[in-house]
């Protein structure tokens, strides 16, 4: 039996859906259609552990060759995509089968619900570029709005940002905020800390690979990204976008504004594409982006929405409008605790991003 939670579900209803509809929509920044710019579909791959399996058209049917070839009716996979749709509307389960959809894999031998883990992309499709003429091969990670929300940046001990606690007096005082637990413990930790006239500084990156690519991205992220976290901890806000709109206000960097350059902003969203196409803390950055180069979104609708470097300005407007700052676990990842070294006072926090609902 096949089982899997929503978002393993999900990148097979987008493959029905998808080959249902026999076209992608590009999406705008803020998860709607841009009614005209439609790529056509030519061909869909999905790996699995079992091979690569290749749909394309012939009519109104859909070829499917694996280790044979399969020939079913596009109807077919539009059927079955509202059933899905459907089940995952209404399912709670945090892993659940559902056998009527288990049967159709089946009849074209697929057996999985997860693309194969050694390959980026969750799925690769041949398009139809009407504005070049072309007909490349693009690859998207599927992200669905049906489940729970997915992380765009995990947490760990490579995302801390280290700060210096400055102005003090007493060292045992500070030490003492530890005792604070409970909800929101970091937060009223560092409240303590300003409450007893401290000052934080940015000091260091805990994880020097980390922060060697925010700088290979612009020399200016490690600063601007901390700023940002302290905001988090500091205020009710947690959006990127209004988060980055509260530090363009403040402008601790002393960027030369007079002119509306959007610096903190631009920034931000260069550093949350990165992400998306392929950066982790822990490796070393070049650059490049991997094949993925691009995002699905499946709507609570159903609707599924294209991101992708091709309309590179809406992939960076989604990201910046749907992902939000969030707090991980402080003793997982070792953040959110005073500490001493060379008789200064320090304390880590920690970056994690997630998509919004």
Avoid at 309 to 323: K, S
């Amino acid at each position: 039996m096949i089982t899997g939670n929503k978002g393993e579900w999900s990148e097979i209803y987008t493959l029905f859906k998808i080959l249902s509809d026999r076209q992608l929509y590009a999406g705008d920044g803020n998860l709607n259609k841009i009614e005209n710019l439609i790529f056509p579909i030519i061909r869909v791959l999905r790996d699995e552990s079992s091979g690569t399996f290749e749909f394309s058209y012939e009519d109104n049917l859909v070829l499917i060759k694996n280790d044979k070839e399969t020939r079913i009716p596009i109807i077919e996979f539009q059927k079955q995509a509202a059933i899905l749709l459907e089940k995952l509307q209404d399912n709670t389960g945090s892993s659940f089968a559902i056998p009527e959809i288990e049967d159709f894999l089946r009849s074209f031998n697929s057996t999985t619900l997860k693309a194969k883990s050694t390959i980026k992309s969750d799925i690769r499709i041949v398009i139809h570029d009407q504005r070049t003429g072309t007909n490349p091969e693009l690859g998207f990670s599927i992200k669905s709005q049906l489940g729970g929300s997915s992380t765009l940046l995990n947490a760990g001990r490579t995302t801390n940002f280290i700060y210096r606690i400055n102005n003090v007096s007493n060292n045992e005082n500070f030490i003492n905020l530890n005792k604070i637990d409970g909800k929101r413990k970091i937060q009223k930790r560092i409240e303590g800390i300003i409450n007893l006239n401290g000052e934080l500084e940015f000091f260091e990156m805990e994880n020097n690979i980390f922060e060697g690519n925010l700088i290979l991205i612009d020399s200016a992220l490690p600063s601007i990204i901390s700023e940002v976290i302290l905001l988090f901890f500091t205020t009710n806000l947690s959006s990127v976008s209004d988060l980055t709109k509260k530090v363009t206000t403040e402008n601790p960097l002393h960027f030369n504004i007079e002119n509306n350059h959007p610096f903190y902003t631009y920034k931000i969203k260069r550093l949350l594409t990165d992400i998306a196409l392929g950066m982790t803390p822990a490796t070393v950055w070049d650059g490049k982006l991997d094949a993925t180069g691009g995002y699905l979104i499946v709507k609570k609708n159903g609707d599924i929405i294209c991101y992708h470097i091709y309309n590179q300005n809406d992939f960076e407007d989604y990201l910046f409008n749907n992902t939000k700052l969030e707090t991980a676990s402080s003793t997982r990842h070792n953040f959110g605790t005073v500490y001493e070294k060379a008789d200064e006072l320090f304390i880590n926090l920690n970056l994690q991003i997630r998509f919004m609902k």
